[in-house]
T-cell receptor, first 113, second 112 residues
Framework: SQTIHQWPATLVQPVGSPLSLECTVE??????LYWYRQAAGRGLQLLFY??????ISSEVPQNLSASRPQDRQFILSSKKLLLSDSGFYLCAWSTSGIYNEQFFGPGTRLTVL | DQQVKQNSPSLSVQEGRISILNCDYTNSMFDYFLWYKKYPAEGPTFLISISSIKDKNEDGRFTVFLNKSAKHLSLHIVPSQPGDSAVYFCAAWGNRDDKIIFGKGTRLHILP
């Protein structure tokens, strides 16, 4: 069966510090991978998605970046965090193609102080 | 521009009654719709979906209705139970993308 892992579960970082959130998927190959953010009072905002290694599509302009160094690894990064980067970050995967439900990881709660 | 809209940020329903969560969309190219349920500090979980070739899909206590002409779908939960208290996200696929567009969610409170 497939599982998706995210770490860390919670993170408190000062403004201006770097960020690295990791997501890995087990039990499937060549998944589509997604990073979402759920900010206070807002819905699920798609940040990045990837259909293959090294292929990253950015949905919104921001100071975050994503990388996919391996087939089942997706990393969300920032060089300098902003207060507005606080939120709940969710990684998701789906099988390639359309109309496939996405499976979400447990999320990372990021607080930028 | 929000393509999937959930205009009610929250909804309170008595236990045992019917919960109706609404969702509107603007893109007529959307042809597959999903509902996700999310508890605090957890990732969303898939609940039910519907293709645009149908107008109703039922799974146990959950039924999704689709009105294509109105670009509107709704999720009915009956009877509502305490464990249904969560945030519900409506989402839509376009037929050319590898991504889902989510609404902002509706927080459902089931009252005892």
């Amino acid at each position: 069966s497939q599982t998706i892992h995210q770490w860390p579960a919670t993170l408190v970082q000062p403004v201006g510090s770097p960020l690295s959130l990791e997501c890995t998927v087990e039990g499937t190959s060549n998944p589509n991978l997604y990073w979402y953010r759920q900010a206070a009072g807002r819905g699920l905002q798609l940040l990045f998605y990837s259909v293959g290694i090294g292929q990253i599509s950015s949905e919104v302009p921001q100071n975050l970046s994503a990388s996919r160094p391996q087939d089942r690894q997706f990393i969300l990064s920032s060089k300098k965090l902003l207060l507005s980067d606080s939120g709940f970050y969710l990684c998701a995967w789906s099988t390639s193609g359309i109309y496939n439900e996405q499976f979400f990881g447990p999320g990372t709660r990021l607080t930028v102080l | 521009d929000q393509q999937v809209k959930q205009n009610s940020p929250s909804l309170s329903v008595q236990e045992g009654r019917i919960s109706i969560l609404n969702c509107d969309y603007t893109n007529s190219m959307f042809d597959y719709f999903l509902w996700y349920k999310k508890y605090p500090a957890e990732g969303p979980t898939f609940l039910i979906s519907i293709s645009s070739i149908k107008d109703k899909n039922e799974d146990g206590r959950f039924t999704v209705f689709l009105n294509k002409s109105a670009k509107h779908l709704s999720l009915h939960i009956v009877p509502s139970q305490p464990g249904d208290s969560a945030v519900y996200f409506c989402a839509a696929w376009g037929n050319r993308d590898d991504k889902i567009i989510f609404g902002k969610g509706t927080r459902l409170h089931i009252l005892p």
